[in-house]
């Protein structure tokens, strides 16, 4: 799912590179539960930012790009007052 998400990324098909991402996350986290990995939970979330970036849903994409940043113990920058 995941190779095949990157090659509809590749090839600027991103509907059907969320969709692809969306199904491998979902996938691994009911493999694994509790153990799944943070590292490959952000990685796949990341793809899906990414996925809806390009398909123009910037504010879904900000949302899963604030949850990575969070997976590496950052936050995303909030409006600064002038």
Excluded at 39 to 62: C, H, P, R, S, T
């Amino acid at each position: 799912m995941i190779k095949a998400g990157e090659e509809a990324m590749k090839s600027a098909a991103s509907s059907e590179a969320l969709g692809y991402f969306e199904e491998a996350l979902s996938i691994y986290r009911n493999k694994f539960g509790e153990k799944a990995s943070p590292d490959k939970i952000a990685m796949l979330e990341k793809n899906i930012a990414y996925a809806l970036f390009n398909k123009g849903e910037q504010v879904k994409a900000a949302d899963y790009f604030t949850r990575v940043l969070e997976y590496h113990g950052e936050s995303f920058p909030g409006p600064r007052l002038a």
